[in-house]
């Protein structure tokens, strides 16, 4: 088991400060690898680290454009910090790219509710 399949697995237990310095070292050590960088960015997002988050899924996005994998952590980075026209456009290249990946939709439903409520939505800011 490499050290990607390991973070995966810690993750899977949602053990995101365990995980995080083996996805680190996997970038580290293949700074090529569009799909360590994504998901580095999940496990960033789930330990507060939003900023840091964007910038490891931008990365593997720019690495692999057409891997939806990559979009659907962009997507998933500009939600968390709330930026969600951007989400929507990262939302709608992995529906681009796969246009049957149902989290996509629920994504673009989030954006929908968002506008639907500017009021609320304000207030939590």
Known sequence: M???????????QRRFAQALPLLESVV?????DAV???TLSFCQRELGQKELALASAQKGVALAPD??????????SYCALR???QMLKATH???AINPSNADAYLLEALYWAHRE?????????
């Open 2 to 12: 490499n050290e990607l399949e390991r973070a995966r697995l810690l993750m899977g």
């Open 28 to 32: 580290t050590q293949d700074p090529e």
């Open 36 to 38: 360590a960088h994504a």
């Open 67 to 76: 891997l939806a994998y990559a979009h659907y952590h962009l997507a998933w």
């Open 83 to 85: 930026q969600f026209r």
């Open 93 to 95: 290249r992995l529906l």
């Open 117 to 125: 409520q500017p009021e609320k939505n304000a207030q939590k800011r």
